[in-house]
């Protein structure tokens, strides 16, 4: 059964810069853009960054433009979201999800999020 897998958060003080990861094993990763979502405490979830399936296109929140990087490894089922100047507006779960196109509204394992990762920006 396919797996959403996200790692690397954490605490990093405002200004700082976190890479996690997302891993998708057992899937046919390379076929699929993917979209990194985030939810703030108290918050809906809400879209961040998405990136076609060969990781030629990108698209970005506008709260992000600028500071966040989607890039993906399809050798490794991964996409990574590479974050800096962090701010504390940023602290949320992150997660990752598959769409048949970046531009889709809705994603592919729509029960079955995963874990998440806590990434907190404070001083």
């Known amino acids: 059964q396919v797996r959403l897998v996200e790692s690397g958060g954490g605490l990093v003080q405002p200004g700082g810069s976190l890479r996690p990861p997302c891993a998708v094993p057992g899937f046919t990763f390379s076929s699929y853009a993917m979209t990194w979502y985030r939810q703030p405490p108290g918050k809906q979830r809400e879209s961040v960054a998405s990136?076609?399936?060969?990781?030629?296109?990108?698209d970005y929140a506008d709260s992000v433009k600028g500071r966040f990087t989607i890039s993906r490894d399809n050798a490794k089922n991964t996409v990574y979201l590479q974050m800096n100047s962090l701010e504390p507006t940023d602290t949320a779960v992150y997660y990752c999800?598959?769409?048949?196109?970046?531009?889709?509204?809705?994603?592919?394992?729509?029960?079955?999020w995963g874990q998440g990762t806590q990434v907190t920006v404070s001083s």
């Open positions: 999800n598959a769409k048949f196109d970046m531009m889709d509204s809705n994603v592919l394992f729509e029960t079955r």
């Open positions: 990136i076609s399936s060969t990781g030629d296109t990108t």
